[in-house]
């Protein structure tokens, strides 16, 4: 890292903990002046952070800290004689950093579609503080194969792109695809003919858009489908999408149900993730719910899809060599979810209620949801509208799911949409 973890700033000297990637920085640490002996070769500095989870793995009472240690003969000794007193405010989590991993940003934008303002340009202007230009590339790159002739000129802007990435070692890679879908069968835009837009099946359009050896850059990034919910609507483009994910294994997929998914809605729930996991890195998935509970236009407007694929390969530049994870016997792993957003008298079980009464035309009429006594599902619930006592029923997705919040008012509910598989 780059930054001090506590301030986010730094001051004269900047100390490497040797047991996590943070650093501190010597006004932080409360130090007037740094020894000479602290910069010796076998000094160990162990953050505060690392301090606490030592505390917390042998659950002794606590303890001063001693943040300058040195191994004599297999035991660490002190020194300094005094513990460190700290003088910064962590203001943030104990498990939180300031990332330094190399980033890139690729947005792959179908021809004729608007990218001023984009979600990938946001992304990469939050992250632009934190980053130099050798530490945050941002590459935009408009696709049209709906052609043969067009095909073979975008496999050669694939290669191009290839090119200039491969020598680079990105500890992170964020992958957007924005495209429009067919409403009436989930297909992919994939460019324009003589005749105009031309669209394919799912299955054919990430074969041609990831086509090798970009699906080599694809490989545990993740990835953000910028479409309208048609594609995860359908069942045969749904199936085509889940395997083309399994072939070109991104870490994590995020995916809309939208049928008009509006991607300005998501623009809170990506300045959260850009701070959350890329900069204070933070897992994405053990956060997710955190960044939905911030988007307060997402929860309204779309479900989220994500699948998380564990134990792939550490990647090391170029894209094409792998190496082996500590824990090789583990073999690779998806499980998919689907967040939905619930509110007693606006989306019961996740389900939008139409903001007029049906029968009696009063706007947004109905009634906090209850327990439906005679429904076919145990936890069925009926909304009552308060003009004509029209009463409209829902009941949770025939999934596993859990609700992620102790309200009965609004919260979020994860429903699991693809149950742990091995790859």
Not at 42 to 63: S, Y
Not at 242 to 247: D, G, M, N, V, W
Request: aromatic fraction near 12%; proline fraction near 5%.
């Amino acid at each position: 890292n780059q930054y001090c973890y506590i301030c986010h700033d730094g001051s004269k000297c900047l100390f490497c903990c040797d047991f996590c990637p943070r650093v501190v920085c010597q006004r932080c640490l409360g130090l007037e002046e740094v020894k000479p002996e602290l910069y010796a070769s076998d000094v160990k500095f162990r953050c505060p952070g690392c301090h606490e989870l030592g505390e917390r793995a042998v659950k002794c009472k606590l303890l001063p800290y001693y943040a300058f240690m040195r191994n004599v003969d297999g035991e660490f000794i002190r020194v300094l004689d005094a513990p460190t007193t700290l003088a910064g405010i962590c203001e943030r989590a104990s498990k939180a950093q300031v990332c330094a991993e190399l980033i890139l940003i690729l947005h792959l934008v179908c021809v004729g579609m608007e990218v001023c303002g984009s979600l990938p340009k946001l992304l990469h202007t939050t992250l632009e503080e934190y980053h130099t230009a050798d530490s945050l590339t941002y590459e935009e790159v408009i696709f049209d194969f709906g052609t043969e002739k067009k095909l073979h000129h975008w496999t050669k802007t694939v290669g191009q792109l290839h090119a200039r990435l491969e020598g680079w070692n990105f500890g992170c890679k964020i992958i957007f695809v924005t495209v429009h879908s067919v409403v009436t069968r989930g297909d992919l835009f994939a460019g324009k003919d003589k005749d105009g837009d031309v669209a394919m099946t799912v299955g054919d359009f990430t074969d041609y858009i990831f086509t090798p050896p970009l699906n080599e850059v694809v490989y545990g990034s993740t990835l953000f489908m910028l479409t309208c919910g048609h594609v995860v609507r359908f069942e045969e483009s749904f199936t085509a999408m889940k395997k083309s994910i399994t072939c070109l294994r991104p870490e994590y997929t995020i995916l809309f149900t939208a049928p008009e998914f509006i991607v300005a809605a998501t623009k809170l729930f990506a300045v959260a993730y850009s701070i959350q996991v890329l900069i204070h890195g933070h897992s994405f998935l053990d956060v997710f719910h955190d960044l939905l509970n911030v988007s307060l236009d997402l929860r309204m407007h779309t479900d989220v899809l994500v699948f998380y694929i564990s134990g792939l390969l550490a990647l090391k530049a170029p894209f094409g060599l792998r190496t082996p994870a500590l824990d090789v016997a583990q073999p690779p792993s998806i499980v998919g979810y689907q967040y939905s957003w619930y509110h007693s008298h606006r989306r019961p079980w996740g389900k939008a209620l139409p903001m007029g009464c049906s029968r009696c035309g009063a706007v947004r009429p109905w009634s906090q949801s209850k327990r439906h006594l005679n429904g076919t599902h145990p936890k069925a619930r009926v909304t009552t509208c308060s003009g004509c006592n029209l009463e409209v029923y829902s009941e949770p997705l025939p999934m596993e799911y859990e609700i992620l919040q102790d309200s009965k008012i609004f919260g979020w509910i994860r429903y699991t949409i693809w149950p742990r598989e091995v790859l």
